[in-house]
Nanobody
Framework: QVQLVESGGGTVQPGESLTLSCTASTRTHTFYLMAWYRQGPGQQRDLVARITALDTTSYADSAKGRFTISRDNDKNTLYLQMNDLKPEDTAHYLC??????????WGQGTQVTVSS
């Protein structure tokens, strides 16, 4: 059973930074796609950023220029560097991975709260 475990969430003030990590229980090079999603209170789950096995990245408009997604296959870890955080970034952030067979995995998530 593949597990994804997120960490790095917390409460910060507007303008500050956080780096989220997602560590997999298996080799991340087996995942074709990894991504970060977020879900605010009473909102749908939205894609924040994604990265392919070829390190091709894409971002939601709200994340462009502020967030950076990366993966370290040697550490089996996915990252999300978030800069200039805004109150509207407050959400539960979840790690996603899909392998070459189409199997999908989700982590339990980590909470990010941006408040002054």
């Amino acid at each position: 059973q593949v597990q994804l475990v997120e960490s790095g969430g917390g409460t910060v003030q507007p303008g500050e930074s956080l780096t989220l990590s997602c560590t997999a229980s298996t080799r991340t090079h087996t995942f074709y796609l990894m991504a970060w999603y977020r879900q605010g209170p009473g909102q749908q789950r939205d894609l924040v950023a994604r990265i392919t096995a070829l390190d091709t990245t894409s971002y939601a408009d709200s994340a462009k220029g502020r967030f950076t997604i990366s993966r370290d296959n040697d550490k089996n870890t996915l990252y999300l560097q978030m800069n200039d955080l805004k109150p509207e970034d407050t959400a539960h952030y979840l790690c996603y991975a899909s392998d070459y067979t189409g199997q999908v995995y989700w982590g339990q998530g980590t909470q990010v709260t941006v408040s002054s």
